[in-house]
């Protein structure tokens, strides 16, 4: 009997739920091990080396980071350049065995949700300001305003968007902030003829590319440098190189399949997903009073942008973290509400159905973080990272270098973590390019590429959460992106290779 049902791809949610169960099989088959950390205390100016659950207190100078063969300043821990726990080189160890089973499987999702319970609030208050934005008009104003005025240049928005975000990726990290991007510039992009892959890729893209060629970016660039033992900005004109480089191939990628698709909506990768997406976010386009942009809704645009402005200026000059970001959104909801004066119980019900609306964004992240906590838990992550540091003995500089591209593409798959993954493996692999005579910023940057590369694709970072606003299945950004990624990794391989040899 012949079965006419075409078989589905899983959902993110799925997709992320498999991995976790790989993963806690692996827990099973690879051993145990462990790094021994090394954590600075600025309350009491001392370092605490934690070995097996054992912590012993050491005074927090050079002499002792000379004595762990930590090749560090001092500085970089006083001034609190490097804030979490490191690894001690030389100092993996096996333990016994901590497999994960069944119950610790069904628990991980769990423990992510609580895990990154912060970036879910913050989802979900950005969820909530959007419904109150979308309740008022003022979207579907502006769209209609935005499409007259870009009428037959619509490409500039994906240069601009794409461009922009790129810039916030290489000076402060921006990545899962741009969450909140999506549901505003969909609809953008469908009124200039798009289909939701040119929002979806001008978004994501311009972010992965941005971090991935970090300059300045401290959550990865200024801790793995510190990590590292160099300063910071050592090899930061071959990152501004790869940025602009990179940046340009990805735009015309992105502007050559928007054209293709213009001109033939037939061309589009997600095609049969036409009317679903437009009935999602149509809406503000087709509004009958979608061009009445009064000065009412002219303000509360302004401060829905000056939320934005805010957040970045607060996390790049203040230190802020989430619990600001979050509140900086929350507030601008609460003035928006006044200035379009909704009504107590409206905004209320208003709030939550657009926050609900991101609900499953938020669990996917969650998820996500679930399968880094089997990992931990099951004591695998310095063993895979010990063995892969293991792989660069006896190599020739270009074929070292590249290697440890993979190998950085790999670990980001269990450590998606950018600071997370440069304190933990810096201290490890920097070192490892010294008797090669590959210079320790060639490191830094193969991580920076390796991790960035990946993540364009990598199913426990962010971009399964981003494919879930948009109702765009994995299998679908696999097709649109693989030529894309390619053609960055050769160019980040022949790139690689020259800087160690000049």
Known sequence: M??????????????????????????????AGQYDRLSYNKETKTFSSTHLNKVKILNANQKTLDSLNIEIPIEKFTNG???????????????????????DFIKSPLKGIMGVSDIILLVLIIGGLIGIVNATGAFEAGISWLARTLKGKEYVLIILVTTLIAIGGTTFGLAEETIAFYPILIPVFLAAKYDAIVPLASIYIGSAMGTMASTVNPFSTIIASDAAGINWTAGINGRFIMLGLGLLICILYIIWYAQKVKKDPTKSIIYHQKEEIENLFGNMITSNNASNLNIRLRIILIVFVLCFVVMIYGVSKLDWWFLEMTSVFFVGAIIIGFIARI????????????????????????????????????????????YSSNLTHGMNKGFFINTMLYTYGGLSFFIPSSSGM???????????????????????????YGMGLFAFINP?????????????GYDKWLRFISPLVLILLVLTMVFLTISVYL
């Open 343 to 386: 009504k107590e119980r409206i905004f209320v019900d208003t709030f939550v159905k657009g926050a609900t609306e991101l609900l499953g964004v938020a669990f996917i992240i969650g998820i996500a973080r679930g399968i880094t906590i089997l990992m931990e838990d099951g004591l695998i992550s310095d063993t895979i990272l010990y």
């Open 422 to 448: 440069a304190v933990l493996t810096m201290p490890i692999m920097s070192p490892l390019g010294d008797g090669l005579g590959v210079a320790r910023e060639y490191i830094v940057n193969a991580y920076q």
């Open 460 to 472: 426990t970072g962010l971009i399964l959460a981003s494919l879930a606003i948009v109702k765009v």
């Open 2 to 31: 012949a079965f006419n049902k075409k078989i589905s791809f899983p959902t993110a949610h799925s997709i992320l739920l498999i991995i976790a169960g790989l993963v806690a099989i692996l827990t099973w088959l690879v051993p």
């Open 81 to 103: 350049d490097i804030w979490k726990p490191i690894s001690i080189p030389g100092t993996y160890h096996k333990l016994e065995s901590s497999p994960q089973g069944i119950i």
